[in-house]
């Protein structure tokens, strides 16, 4: 992902998850396929007790719905330490982000198909992580009992959002926030030209044109 993989990856997403916020999931991107199960729905609208799933910036929480399968806990949105699922017991146990890289590691429990894996390191660059200019989940997880979950299909993939383009970290509004990761992508070794997230005027190329848009549409906070 280059410049995307190394930002400062607390500006990219909705702030920690917990356990009462809703859903960030993009409703017009929240299916995946596995092949032995069949579509995870990732923001579900089945009348259930169960919250939707949340992505925060270093942990999720929430469920996922499988028809074939039942539900699938992402983590309650209280880690022990506040950050990470430790993942040593089953009443500390989730999936979490990397806050630099972006790449998820931890566990996922379905009570039908039991764990989930998240930390694919042995996939290489397929290993599932965020990809913040596309405000999308990327890459193969790994259930013993159910095999790869694909997120890495073109078409049917989870996202956060809707997010305007400009708005880096889908909050709704373009602030300095926003402005700041896109000041940093431009400069330096890792300079990006193709982070869609920065697209302002949705040309499939990011230049200063962009960069100026993005200027006259930033809202600065009172």
Request: proline share 4%; aromatic share 12%; with cysteine.
């Amino acid at each position: 992902m280059g410049l995307a993989r190394s930002m400062a990856f607390g500006l990219i997403l909705i702030g920690a998850a917990v356990t009462t916020a809703a859903s960030n999931i993009d409703p017009d991107h929240r299916f995946t396929w596995s092949e032995n199960v069949g579509w995870l729905n990732w923001q579900h609208d089945t009348p259930n007790p169960n919250d939707g799933l949340t992505v925060g910036t270093t942990f999720l929480n929430g469920f996922v719905w499988a028809e074939n399968i039942g539900w699938i806990s992402f983590g309650n949105g209280i880690p022990t330490d506040g950050v990470h699922y430790a993942n040593i017991n089953g009443a500390d146990f989730g999936v979490n982000i990397n806050p630099v890289t972006g790449d998820l590691f931890g566990l996922a429990w379905g009570e039908n198909v039991g764990w989930i894996k998240f930390d694919t390191a042995i996939v290489g660059d397929d290993r599932v992580h965020f990809d913040e200019c596309d405000h999308r989940l990327v890459g193969y997880a790994w259930g013993e009992n159910i095999g790869w979950i694909n997120l890495n299909d073109s078409i049917h993939f989870v996202a956060i959002g809707p997010c305007d383009a400009g708005d880096l970290d889908c909050s709704g509004e373009v602030t300095l926030d926003d402005f700041a990761g896109f000041t940093s992508s431009l400069s330096g070794p890792d300079a990006t030209t193709s982070c869609s997230a920065f697209d302002v005027d949705d040309d499939n190329d990011v230049d200063l044109v962009d960069f100026a848009g993005m200027q006259r549409v930033i809202t600065v906070a009172p």
